[in-house]
Nanobody, 129 residues
Framework: QVQLQESGGGLVQTGGSLSLSCAAS????????MGWFRQVPRNEREFVAA????????YYSDSVKGRFTISRGNGENTVSLQMNNLRPEDTAAYYC??????????????????????WGQGTQVTVSS
């Protein structure tokens, strides 16, 4: 079983920045993609950003495009999310996910939760107004 551990959440004022990191214990497929989702209570978990195994292609939700940057880390099976110009509506629990790099994943541009089979426990990000 793959274990994912997120870190880097916290409290920040509007307009501030935070960086999240995630490390997966291993990749059980030939190539693994990674992504970030977020969730607020009583809402569904929503897509934030995703990156291919090589790190060369990235996808973002419209709400974070231009403010957040996802990248593969130096370590194998790691991913970071740099969040700039944060807004109160970015407040949520952020979850890291990993899964196989497949054509279905590309078709969905990494947005489909079902295309990931391993999830972290989440890290809280709170943006005060």
């Amino acid at each position: 079983q793959v274990q994912l551990q997120e870190s880097g959440g916290g409290l920040v004022q509007t307009g501030g920045s935070l960086s999240l990191s995630c490390a997966a214990s291993r990749c059980t497929y030939t190539r693994c993609v990674m992504g970030w989702f977020r969730q607020v209570p009583r809402n569904e978990r929503e897509f934030v950003a995703a990156v291919t195994s090589s790190g060369r292609r990235t996808y973002y939700s419209d709400s974070v495009k231009g403010r957040f940057t996802i990248s593969r880390g130096n370590g194998e099976n790691t991913v970071s999310l740099q969040m700039n110009n944060l807004r109160p509506e970015d407040t949520a629990a952020y979850y890291c996910a990993s899964g196989p790099e497949t054509s279905d994943w590309y078709s969905g541009r990494g947005r489909t939760r079902a295309s990931y089979d391993s999830w972290g426990q989440g890290t809280q990000v709170t943006v005060s107004s």
